[in-house]
């Protein structure tokens, strides 16, 4: 018991933000509003706890050296700071990106999060970006947010998915 109270002391206490972090962190939480009748318009209402991590540390998720960004079915999200916090398409376009994958309830392999191998993408991967570049469009329009997010569907080389003609539009094929 004597071991354990240091050790419940150290996870009870928040490590402390910079007001730099403190700023995104703020910053994240207004796009996840931002976006959130988005996804509702499309029949989605993902409830999201936001955080960020500069070094994608250990927590639950897989950590490859591309990733941005990653979430938990549960409605955890965490942010790579270097990526999102300096620049307003890349965070709107990976936050809808992962608030999606919390909206579609997505899993990945148990206690991992829902990163997924990445030579390929994935189903739960193509599902997200799509359902992320529709709410980005049904959010009155980010077209930074959406050409990052295009470029990344596409790997910066392919044709954008086409622009769908309103909330009740039939989803394109995978």
């Not at 955080?51 to 250990?58: C, F, N, P, S, V």
């Not at 965070?91 to 909206?103: I, K, N, P, Y």
């Not at 189903?123 to 992320?132: M, N």
């Not at 469009?137 to 990344?152: I, Q, S, V, W």
């Amino acid at each position: 018991m004597v071991f354990l109270l240091p050790l419940l002391a150290g996870c009870a206490a928040a490590p402390p933000q910079s007001p730099a972090q403190q700023a995104c962190l703020e910053r994240m939480n207004a796009h996840a509003k931002e976006l959130l009748p988005g996804f509702a318009v499309l029949g989605h209402r993902p409830e999201v706890r936001i955080q960020l991590d500069g070094e994608m540390r250990a927590g639950g998720f897989r950590q490859p050296g591309e990733v941005l960004g990653d979430a938990t079915p549960g409605g955890r999200i965490r942010l790579r700071t270097t990526a999102v916090c300096g620049d307003r398409a890349a965070a709107r376009a990976v936050l809808a990106h992962e608030m999606a994958h919390v909206a579609l309830r997505h899993h990945g392999t148990p206690g991992t999060g829902v990163t997924l191998e990445w030579e390929k993408p994935p189903q739960q991967e193509i599902e997200a970006d799509r359902l992320a570049l529709e709410v980005l469009r049904a959010t009155g329009g980010d077209p930074a947010a959406e050409r990052f997010l295009e470029c990344h569907m596409t790997n910066c080389a392919g044709t954008p998915l086409p622009r769908r003609s309103g909330a009740g539009a039939a989803r394109p094929a995978p």
